[in-house]
């Protein structure tokens, strides 16, 4: 894959933090963002990550990775995010060379993650049953130079299975009713063993797979929920309490050495005096300077409100020889 | 399929105990302190279910291995209805002995029928509580019938054998790491520099990854450290196709140019005389290839978790990330990451930055009886990323 955007090439615009849009590269064209008029002209050969002059700003040109595209993906669907995709590739020992079937598409935010870790050997075959919403999938992939990675398919996976048989080393099911494919599931996957995840938002859908699960002699079975926080920055500026105890034992302090300086005319401790005279000042200057008592303190505080519940993720393992 | 050979390691795992080994004819490997020969899980399967018997472990079936295994389930018929009849002043109800026990399994008695003994002994047994007998039984089983299942060796195998050593990996839990390598976008090609203090955790699960693509991996390690910091890496067991591009580096070093110069210089004139020296000159001679290299090579992915200070490793690397390229910074602790944002912010030229934790919660699921485990682990650490772009 080349580094250059090229006349065609699908671009992310990052305009700000959770501001991304999507586009493709045509020469002439015109893109209206909130910083001005981007010229498609100013996109096509330079490097992905570079700085696009607007007319009243500029914005940053990214390529299509998984995590910027699961952000700015057009929403056909729910779809997952990088805390439960994440999880899910590393429980399903998704590598490259692995063999994944995924039921339903959705918006393939799923999909785009699936096919990096399973580069450059293996392969995604992910079905959905709504027609239009698998055209728009298998596009994508095209446009994003996915295809030979992955095969999308029109299908209803509850009555018509996966197609294939003893191929499968995971799959991956985001659909209403995953119990009702538990036969399916055992049908595609590898006889040497392998894994299954399903994704339900209800625990109700969860104690239904789990028993389906128990009754096909699926084995190493749990479910986890994962969240992701991502924190705020904030500076903290807190302000002192002035204790009055405090400002009296500093003028008691302040009184008694002031009424010892004029006895001090003994040579020999005069050395001593004079640092003692100089901390004596400094810790002076401190407290005058004190009026301004704030400190200000960069933190990272969790969100006041987050997404509290995505799904339950459940995971199990079946070797049918 | 993928069967154990000579040499090979292995994940076992007994009840919710999970150990790495390696697999050594005629070498015992150590579990509680008893020794335990491996040689018959040689050319069986992943997945394939073992029996302890005379110091082997010798491969069993897997159905009957299953029944063994199987949790209980006791229809109440034989159980108390609650717990009121229940007293428990701690001496009389088990009256088979410690001794006895240790006597049983010295003679090679089955895990069953030392259980079904201690039932049949056990005073309070019957007045339990179904539900009781059934947890009764099952803890049972989990300290007298010992199946082990030996499996190949995942990332989340890894993951699964470090989750009660977790000070090892400085606390990287399972969903950080997934997160992690999300972040970094490792992938096929990718030129990956990764300064870790996890075992080779991270820098396993990148090899993986990258899975012998033209990209280069950098492993910074401190000098001082052993060479050998990095057990992950061999418990995985890779070909030499995934571990051609990967060299290990003294971070210190990085950015020394006179480094280079100064060790090319110092070349020993005579050959090398025994194998041992002729193997540490070539590893010295990988480091400074390694280290050639990475003056040339622009990066793009850059992973710390490190116990090294970050901030100071970041400032040090930042300027080696191509363009639209990521990092990733993984502490125990969000004020080194802090530090981290704010020279990021200072110096500009980075976009995408975050710092996230995340929530892991396990659930058990039983009909009648389901709810979140009572123990969940607290901390997961924090991730600083983002993305490179030009300033
Ligand atoms: C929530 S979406 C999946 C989102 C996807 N995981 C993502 O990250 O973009 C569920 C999809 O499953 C599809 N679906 C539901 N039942 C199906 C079935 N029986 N066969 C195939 N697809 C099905 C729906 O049309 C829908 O697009």
Known sequence: ?321 | MSTFKDGDHAVLTCHDRTKIVQIRKGRPIFIDKNKIFLDHLIDQRDGSYFELKDKYLCNIGTNQAKKLIQTEDISSDNAGQDNRDLCDDGSVNQTLQHEEIEQLKSEGVSGQLIISQLVSKSATFEKKTAFSQQKYLNKKKKKYILIYRAWKPSIRLLCQAYTHDLQKILYLRRDTLAMLLSLSNINHGSNVAIVESCQGLILASVIQRCAGGNGFIFNLTPAGEKNSTSPCCDFMDFSNEYTTNVYTIPIENVGDLNTIERANQAKPIEKPTNEKTLQALERRQRRLDGLQLFEKTKLNSLIIASKYDSLSILQHLIDYLALSSHFVIYSQTVQNLLECYQFLKKRGGNIHVEIADSWLREYQILDERTHPFIRMSGASGYLLSGMIVQS
């Open chain 1, 1 to 321: 894959m080349t580094n250059l955007i090229q006349e065609g090439s699908k671009v992310i615009l990052y305009l700000g933090y959770n501001n991304l849009h999507v586009i493709k590269a045509k020469a002439n064209e015109v893109y209206q963002t909130k910083f001005g008029a981007l010229k498609h002209n100013d996109l096509i050969g330079k490097e992905f990550g570079s700085k696009i002059i607007c007319t009243k700003g500029y914005v940053h040109a990214l390529s299509v990775i998984p995590e910027l595209w699961t952000l700015a993906l057009p929403h056909r669907t729910q779809i997952l995010y990088m805390a439960d995709i994440s999880l899910i590739l590393l429980e399903l020992d998704i590598k490259p060379g692995s063999i994944v079937i995924e039921a339903g598409t959705g918006s393939g935010s799923l999909s785009h993650s699936i096919i990096r870790s399973l580069r450059p050997n293996g392969h995604l075959y992910t079905f959905e049953f709504h027609e239009l919403r698998s055209n728009l999938a298998r596009n994508e992939f095209e446009e994003h130079g996915l295809s030979q990675f992955v095969t999308v398919q029109h299908r209803d996976v509850l009555s018509n299975g996966f197609e294939h048989e003893n191929i499968a080393d995971a799959v991956f099911l985001d659909l209403p009713a995953p119990w009702n494919a538990i036969e399916h599931v055992m049908k595609v996957l590898k006889k040497t063993g392998g894994r299954l995840c399903t994704f339900s938002p209800c625990i109700e859908q969860v104690q239904r797979t789990c028993q389906r699960l128990h009754m096909n002699n699926f084995e190493e079975i749990n479910t986890v929920e994962c969240l992701r926080r991502i924190h705020e920055f904030r500076y903290q500026h807190r302000s002192k309490i002035r204790f009055t105890a405090d400002q009296n034992q500093e003028e008691i302090i302040d009184r008694k050495s002031n009424k010892r300086e004029p006895d001090d005319d003994d040579g020999d401790e005069e050395e001593e005096t004079t640092t003692n005279k100089k901390l004596k000042n400094d810790s002076e200057a401190t407290t005058k300077r004190q009026p301004q008592e704030t400190e200000s303190t960069l933190t990272a505080i969790g969100p006041l409100v987050m997404p509290g519940h995505t799904g339950y993720l459940t995971f199990a393992y079946i070797k049918q020889e």
